[in-house]
Structures are given as structure tokens and as C-alpha cells.
């Protein structure tokens, strides 16, 4: 059973550029959650989707969003990159509600670093 | 808020060596405790998760537990290995607001030497 698998693994991007990552869930998971993680701050969630809706979203700037599509599968984005968004950013799935099973299940990530 | 702390941020032993590394939270509000391993440049594995209901939890040679009510959680691991060098992250699953999120501390650098 393949695990969660996020693209791309790595990329660099400017100030002011957007970027998209991609996250494909085990396959069963309907919930998909976003965490970045960075020295400082460590990790942080950014929102949690389940069938096509988010349910829940952290403290985070308006500049990141996220959607999940019919299939599981979840895309977030940042819009107009600042060098404090440099981070590793993981996706979870879990196929309940984290009360219930507490199973959450990550992919290795995508690095991002902004110049 | 939730928040959870971890001490100490780094610890080295030597092989062989039994060792505690601990967690705190400030709201006993939770679902549950889990504790993950991550290794550098890597994701999450999830090592043991401990309802709110339960006391401890153990898998081989790791053994957690939870006190729900001083907000405190232990991982003990015993006689020590390289293998288990890793970062250690302890996460709780907070009751407020919806629930489908984990508040994780900084975790602790292990280092296990030869």
C-alpha cells in the first residue's frame, strides 16, 4: 500500500512568486491535513480537508490556501512568497476523524526555499 | 491555547543506555498523545499513541506515559541503539476547536553513540 506521496521534494523560488505543492493521500483517506515546519517555530498546522471541505485552518495568512479534490488528492499554495515561508511543508492523511483513530500518517515533504 | 513543551531540546548517550525524554501540555483538554520519531530531512512515523482514557502504551522497546491531569507525558527507551538517533516529537490532539490537528512540541534531538 503506497504511503502518502508529496510533490515536488524540493524547489526554490523567489520573493514575490506563488508555488503550488501536491499531496496524494493513502489510498481510502478522505482527510488530508498541512503542517509546516520550520527551526524556529517548528511545526505548525495549516488546515485539514475532508471530502473537498476544510475543517479546520491555523493561524496563517490569507497568502496560504489549500483545496482537495474529488479523488483525495489536496494542493496548497502561497501566494506572494517572503523569506519567512522557507520551511518543510508535510501533508498527513487519515482516513476518521483524528479523536477517534488518532492515526495520522505523513509524507516526507516538500522543501522550500525562498531567495 | 494548547501549547506543549518539550525537555531537553538535544540529548546524547552512549549505546546501550536507558533514557526518559519528556512532554508537557498546559490544557488536559485532549483526545490524545502520540509521540513520533523524524529523521533528518524526512517526514513523520508515528511511534505510540495514547488515548486520553489511557495510562501508558508500549511497542518493544518504547514505553509511553501519559498523566493527563499534570499535563505530562514520558517516552523511556530502553537500552538504547544508533539506530534510534532521530529527532523525537511529542503531539497532542487538543478538544477545542474542531479537533483535526495536532499541537506538536520542538521535539528532542537524540544522539546515540557507539
Known amino acids: 500500500k503506497a504511503g502518502v506521496t508529496q510533490t515536488p521534494r524540493y524547489l526554490i523560488k523567489t520573493r514575490g512568486q506563488q508555488v503550488t505543492l501536491s499531496c496524494s493521500p493513502i489510498?481510502?483517506?478522505?482527510?488530508v491535513s498541512w503542517y509546516q515546519q520550520t527551526p524556529g517555530q517548528g511545526l505548525q498546522f495549516l488546515f485539514e480537508?475532508?471530502?473537498?471541505?476544510?475543517?479546520n485552518k491555523g493561524n496563517f495568512p490569507g497568502r496560504f490556501s489549500g483545496r482537495q479534490f474529488s479523488n483525495s488528492r489536496s494542493e496548497m499554495n502561497v501566494s506572494t512568497l517572503e523569506l519567512g515561508d522557507s520551511a518543510l511543508y508535510l501533508c498527513?492523511?487519515?482516513?476518521?476523524?483524528?479523536?477517534?483513530?488518532?492515526?495520522?500518517?505523513f509524507g516526507e515533504g516538500s522543501r522550500l526555499t525562498v531567495l | 491555547k494548547q501549547e506543549v513543551t518539550q525537555i531537553p531540546a538535544a540529548l546524547s548517550v552512549p549505546e546501550g543506555e536507558n533514557l526518559v525524554l519528556n512532554c508537557s501540555f498546559t490544557?488536559?483538554?485532549?483526545?490524545?498523545l502520540q509521540w513520533f520519531r523524524q529523521d533528518p530531512g524526512k517526514g513523520l512515523t508515528s511511534l505510540l499513541l495514547?488515548?486520553?482514557?489511557?495510562r501508558e502504551q508500549t511497542s518493544g522497546r518504547l514505553n509511553a506515559s501519559l498523566d493527563k491531569s499534570s499535563g505530562r507525558s514520558t517516552l523511556y527507551i530502553a537500552a538504547s541503539q544508533p539506530g534510534d538517533s532521530a529527532t523525537y516529537l511529542c503531539?497532542?490532539?487538543?478538544?477545542?476547536?474542531?479537533?483535526?490537528?495536532?499541537?506538536f512540541g520542538k521535539g528532542t534531538k537524540l544522539t546515540v553513540n557507539p
Open positions: 498527513a492523511s487519515s482516513w476518521d476523524r483524528l479523536a477517534l483513530t488518532g492515526e495520522l500518517f
Open positions: 489510498s481510502g483517506h478522505r482527510s
Open positions: 480537508y475532508f471530502s473537498e471541505t476544510q475543517r
Open positions: 490544557d488536559s483538554a485532549i483526545y490524545n
Open positions: 495514547i488515548q486520553s482514557s489511557q
Open positions: 503531539a497532542v490532539n487538543p478538544r477545542e476547536g474542531g479537533s483535526e490537528k495536532l499541537v
